[in-house]
């Protein structure tokens, strides 16, 4: 590890003083990928110098102990830096984790109702309310792509994005399918039903990210339509489009302008490919997509949200947390945060062995 950070720490140097250049500082798209650089890796060496001056300090202390009149001293010196210097040490591991490229990025979510019929869309329309209050909660910003509204108020599907720093870190570990367990709303006899709703949370990207053969989108236009197929726009404003070559389809009906639902619609297309891609490229992580959609079983669940006892609970990391109405109310940050240190945890098991 000692030898991977000194190379860093050299690195750095070399970023600083390249970075000085005039020649360089010309060359403004290579000067902003070297500030990158060194802004990503300077936490690290901060904390690697930091780590030297402890030991530094330790071993000051130690040279300490023979002059009579100083050993109190040094003893109490060297104490404190032993208690350090392993707190830093776990602390530098955490920052060697390598950083999901990602984390920075704005979100697309997508959510829609699987077992469970209208009560599935019901419960669907919960989890998008939960996160949309949690967006207002972080100060994030969303902004409806597309939506398939019941009649009685639940939801199909629906897509957004979210926009802010750090959306994409905090809101990935939501993929998967979330299972209510309820009374629903439409049962008489008041008999707990099961049922579930798929969440996808995908980075949003840019053309530099995945490139798109323009040949290979076919474009469909449509009147955009509100709950029970009842129009609300007498213009085809609506926007379908559809990548051929894997006939993913992508849609967009919340916008006035028909240039802005493409643009939208864009978004959401380029951030499924770029996912298929990553995934490709990652085989941990082969199928990610798939997984995170789902055929939205029941058995393909990572978080219970049990009403009669007013508990939520995530499969992943065994947490059981019994605050319902706070937590559909966005207060997610306790849940996420344990699956912020899990996730932490166990790359730190990885980079061990």
């Not at 030898?3 to 060359?27: A, C, G, V, Y």
């Amino acid at each position: 590890m000692f030898d991977n950070l000194e190379e860093i720490e050299k690195k750095f140097d070399e970023l600083t003083e390249k970075i000085s250049d005039p020649e360089m500082i010309s060359n403004q798209n290579e000067w902003k990928k070297m500030m990158k650089e060194r802004s990503n890796i300077e936490p690290i060496v901060e904390k690697y110098r930091e780590y030297k001056s402890v030991q530094k300090d330790y071993e000051d202390s130690k040279e300490m102990l023979n002059d009579k009149e100083l050993k109190d001293l040094a003893e109490e010196e060297m104490l404190k830096a032993k208690e350090k210097l392993p707190i830093i040490e776990e602390e530098l591991k955490k920052l060697l984790i390598p950083k999901d490229p990602d984390d920075d990025k704005n979100v697309i979510c997508e959510i829609r109702a699987g077992a469970g019929g209208e009560e599935a869309a019901l419960f669907a329309s919960t989890l998008f309310r939960m996160y949309s209050m949690y967006c207002d909660l972080k100060g994030w910003k969303l902004e409806v792509l597309n939506e398939n509204v019941t009649e009685l108020g639940g939801i199909k599907e629906i897509s957004f994005i979210v926009k802010g720093e750090g959306a994409y870190s905090r809101l990935k570990f939501e993929s998967g399918v979330h299972r209510v367990q309820r009374v629903p709303e439409t049962e008489a006899s008041g008999r707990i039903h099961t049922s579930t709703a798929s969440v996808a949370v995908l980075p949003e990207v840019e053309d530099v990210d995945i490139e798109i053969n323009p040949a290979d989108i076919k474009m469909e236009v449509f009147r955009a339509s509100g709950a029970g197929g009842q129009h609300i726009n007498k213009t085809s404003s609506a926007v379908r489009l559809i990548h051929i070559p894997t006939g993913m389809v992508a849609e967009c009906q919340t916008e006035r302008s028909q240039v802005q639902n493409r643009e939208y619609a864009m978004k959401l297309l380029r951030s499924r490919l770029y996912e298929i891609e990553k995934a490709k490229r990652d085989d941990e992580r082969e199928n990610e997509r798939r997984s995170q959609i789902g055929n939205a079983d029941r058995s393909e669940k990572i978080r219970t949200y049990n009403y009669p006892q007013g508990r939520i609970t995530d499969h992943r990391i065994g947490l059981s947390i019994y605050q319902m109405e706070s937590f559909l109310n966005g207060n997610l940050d306790s849940m996420i945060d344990n699956l912020i240190a899990a996730d932490t945890a166990e790359k730190l098991q990885g980079n061990e062995q």
